[in-house]
């Protein structure tokens, strides 16, 4: 996978024309912050980050401002910056903010939706459950045995399982809901991923594909108290999983 030029997971799904140096340098580095492989707390020197991601200096200063700016990166005075470490209490705060969101998007999306936004949601359910069992996992946000997966295969479910969500909040008819959303999820996924692999060590898999199933089903019938309550529950299970991973 080349992380300059695929947005991946990071990126809304439609196609992603050409982009520029700052922009390339700013995906590929939220990608490596998100999926764990800059570790929290770890320096972003701009040395290490050019023979890393083969760019130069200006570009990739731009792209860590602008992290900064979405709280992925600390700046640390004399230092310059590093990736924001991991804390419980700004989790906890995202996603609850995060539901707080997206209940009110997929409500008015129920409220406002035509056929063609049912037939998205159908869609994105269908494809997250192809790609779902091509890879051989039954989690349909994850992996049934992480150990042994490829971040390919990890990061093409995931791109599917925020299609998914995107797809439920879309006729909402609000931009702003849709910014908000987007940038939750990436504050939430990358307490996310090492979540995932952590918990198969001392927890049955979670059945997040009924869970899917059911919140589709309930939306579809247009059952708005139901569905919200459904996709609460669904990001809160996902919260209380972080918590005790994160917990010592």
């Known amino acids: 996978m080349n992380v300059l030029t ?12 050409s982009v520029t140096l700052a922009e390339q340098a700013y995906r590929a580095i939220k990608h490596d912050i998100i999926s764990g492989a800059l570790p929290p707390g770890s320096a972003l ?4 980050l050019k023979n890393r991601y083969q760019l130069s200096f200006s570009p990739l200063r731009e792209a860590l401002n602008r992290l900064h ?7 640390v ?4 910056f590093r990736v924001s470490p991991l804390s419980l209490k700004e989790m906890r705060d995202a996603m609850s903010t995060r539901i707080f969101i997206d209940c009110e998007a997929l409500k008015r999306s129920i ?4 056929d063609d936004w049912e037939t998205r949601v159908v869609g994105s ?25 490829s971040e390919p295969n990890y990061d093409q479910i995931e791109h599917r399982h925020l299609a998914l969500h995107q797809a439920l909040i879309s006729a909402c008819d609000s931009e702003w809901l849709l910014e908000f959303s987007m940038k939750l999820y990436i504050q939430t ?7 995932l692999v952590n918990r198969y060590k001392t927890d049955a898999p979670r059945d997040v594909s009924s869970e899917h199933r059911n919140l589709v089903e309930a939306t579809l019938s247009r ?9 609460a529950q669904h990001y809160q299970k996902t919260a209380d999983l972080i918590a005790a991973t994160l917990q010592p």
């Open 6 to 17: 695929d947005p991946n997971l990071l990126e809304p799904v439609e196609a992603v024309k």
């Open 45 to 48: 020197r701009l040395e290490f």
């Open 69 to 75: 700016s979405e709280r992925l990166v600390d700046a």
């Open 77 to 80: 005075a004399l230092k310059g």
């Open 111 to 114: 409220e406002r939706g035509n």
């Open 125 to 149: 359910l269908h494809t997250l459950s192809l790609v779902t069992r091509r890879h051989g996992s039954n989690n349909a946000s994850g992996v049934q045995n992480p150990d042994n997966a």
């Open 189 to 195: 996924e990358r307490y996310r991923r090492p979540m």
């Open 223 to 231: 059952d708005i108290p139901v569905a919200t309550q459904l996709l």
